[in-house]
């Protein structure tokens, strides 16, 4: 029997791959009928799922946008996108509608996983409660677990097989299939003892990062006023072999993960009359991290007798994070939008993201683009930029990531 993956985006599509090379046959299903198509012609449109692996897989991946397909599957395992609203609040609406599918074409004994990153309870709540209809019993009628995705897009010295998998089931026996299920593509599962406590790791491993980026960040802010460099005090902070662990400051938070995730344990907290200051701090931090950096570019254009506006900024990388293309919650939006709002000409470089559309600016190549601006701001560091070159070809340079550390300290570069 095959495993039904639904939602093939940077979760679903990796592990559709994973279960497919140790020989499974898999059934995506995704609601994009691009998406879909697609894959049926063996084309990625994910950087870490190259188009030649999935033509050598043989046919094993089949794309769908029907959820009759799923009917069949042995295991389901759910990973749609869990954003937030406007209003910042828990958007579960693709989940909501994706249970209300499946339960339709829910078969006796079948295995559904969430992998969907969420609040604790949803499972047990929302999807065991959704499933439910015609009377169905989670744990008798179907099986029911967690398994947090701990997928970190672009990283290639962890995989799905070398990361281990938590799974918490809603009984011990939905336990148990889900860690068989894991087992056949990781190298180790870690059975917990329900859905909440693997909902909750999830979100404690992404809010941990949340706070120690927030601790960063303000530190490098209050270093700018105390004229420390902060990247010698993190590098010296970091010799300490234990009891220590390094985090670098940058232009703030970005990504499908970091900036969402914390938002939904607030949510939940809220619910039980409890305010956890502590993650709702470390949000407002870095979200006001970008401000303050369009601050280091309008002070470093005033030492320069310029102001920011009719001034040419070129933008060094716009995705969240080095070596990716998902712009999604990316500081370097933020900035681009401050800067244009007080009149900047902007342009941007990265190899990763030909076009960003909210903004009508398209990849400029280097070195034309550093020639032509008055400023360079490292925003994003790509591996496969040329940092020494990007030092000697730019007129002004703002380096936001540290990256220009070790090089000649040449007169035009600041760093955060
Ligand atoms: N991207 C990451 O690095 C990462 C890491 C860990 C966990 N997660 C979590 O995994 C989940 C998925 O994230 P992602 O980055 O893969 O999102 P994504 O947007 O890349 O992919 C989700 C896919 O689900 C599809 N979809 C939406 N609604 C659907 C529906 N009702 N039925 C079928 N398909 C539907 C979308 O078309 C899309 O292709 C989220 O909860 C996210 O927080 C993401």
Redesign the pocket.
Known sequence: MSIGI????????PLAVAFAEVGEDVVG????QG?VTSLNESRSY?EDVPSETLAGLSGRIRAT?D?ADMADCEAVIV?????LTGSREPDLS??R??AE?LAKVLSPGQLVVL????YPGTTRDLLAGTLAAGGRVAGDDFHLAFS??????GRTDYTVRTTPKLVGGMTPACTARAQELYERICDRVIPLSGPEAAELS?LLENIFRSVNIALVNELAQLCDRLGVDVWEVIDAASSKPFGFMRFEPGPGMG???LP??PFYLAFTAREHDFYPEFIELAGKINQSQPLFCVQRIERVLNDDGRPVNGTKILILGVSYKGGVG?V?ESPALKIIRLLSELGAELSYHDPHVPELTDTGLSNSELPEAMAAADLTVIVTSHPEFDIPEIVAGSKLLLDLRGVTRGLDDAEHVTRL
């Not at 639904?6 to 599509?13: E, H």
């Not at 299903?29 to 994009?32: A, M, T």
């Not at 990973?79 to 954003?83: E, F, L």
């Not at 992998?115 to 969420?118: K, L």
Request: aromatic share 6%; proline share 9%.
């Open positions: 639904i939602g093939l985006g940077y979760v679903g599509l299903l995704d609601s994009d998406k994910i946008t959820y990973c749609v996108p869990t954003p693709y989940l509608s994706s599918e992998e969907s990153t969420t947090p995705e701990r997928i970190d897009p999830k990504g499908h993960c969402v995730d998902d999604r």
